[in-house]
């Protein structure tokens, strides 16, 4: 599904269903270098079970035109217009790294157009080394190795995953290479990098929340470990919103190495907009 926002398209998956204005909607949105795809289990479930299901390709990446987001900032401005582009008043945004920061900056921005947040792999701040943001410039194949070393706990999926003989290193590179590839113009995996490392505002955000919030963590996660997220736990805990920590076994890629945890987790915690809205 390609929508028409701030004049360039941006492409969301839709789990295989047609949007429905009489659904409650969910927008989903990827980290660094990564596109739709990182959540396709959880968005195909979720969108056959009483969801409208939007997994965006941020700006500049995989099948959205439009410039990269330089900023988190950048990022929010992009959900909420797609919000707009869509008539969507209400939404929940479910975001992964990079895009949890946007999803919390957006929830923010916009506290009256998000119904609930989820925040998957999350931290604040989100440093990134300088090696590493050396590499995403001027290596990025390197770089790519890096990231896929310590995003992972594991080679191998389980079985509810990708499926049997997938292997999660190669198809995560894959899919970086690709995403890497799909904008000749600019740089998109040093730039996210940036907008990550650079971020200030996240206590802020996370203090200005009105709905519910979950983060969802990964125990084995060497990108951002666990207890990096304290400081936007305690802000949502400080702006007095309903705070749901769920801990998983898993590494950074918490949606193919504990897929089956991330979706219950999601599907809990957003199942109650689903009997708001009627649906089924």
Known sequence: ???????????????????????????????????????????????????NVLAIDLPGHGRSGGDAPASVQDGARAVLGLLQALGIERAALVGHSFGSLIALQAAADAPERVA???????????????ALLDSSLNTPEKAIEMVNVFS???????????????????????????????????????????????????????????????????TRDQMTPPKAAQPLIDGARAAGV???????????????????GVLDALHAFLRPLTATAGAV
């Open 1 to 51: 599904m390609l929508i028409d926002v701030h004049g360039a398209a941006l492409y969301a998956y839709t789990g295989g269903r047609p949007f429905d204005p009489a659904r409650p909607s969910v927008v989903f949105i990827h980290g660094v270098l990564n596109d739709h795809s990182v959540w396709i289990l959880q968005t195909r479930y979720l969108a056959h079970h009483g969801f």
């Open 116 to 130: 609930r947040l989820s925040l998957v792999g999350t931290a604040y701040p989100m440093r990134v080394s300088p």
């Open 152 to 218: 992972h706990s594991t080679l191998a999926p389980p079985p509810s995953a990708l499926g049997p003989g997938t292997w999660l290193y190669g198809g995560s590179r894959a899919l970086m290479q690709r995403v890497l590839a799909s904008n000749p113009h600019v740089n998109v995996f040093h730039r996210g990098f940036v907008a990550c490392d650079r971020y200030q505002g996240g206590e802020t955000a996370a203090r200005a929340l009105r709905c519910p919030v979950q983060f969802i963590l990964g």
């Open 242 to 260: 309903p705070v749901e920590v769920v801990r998983l076994a898993a590494g950074h890629a918490l949606m193919t190495e504990a897929p089956d």
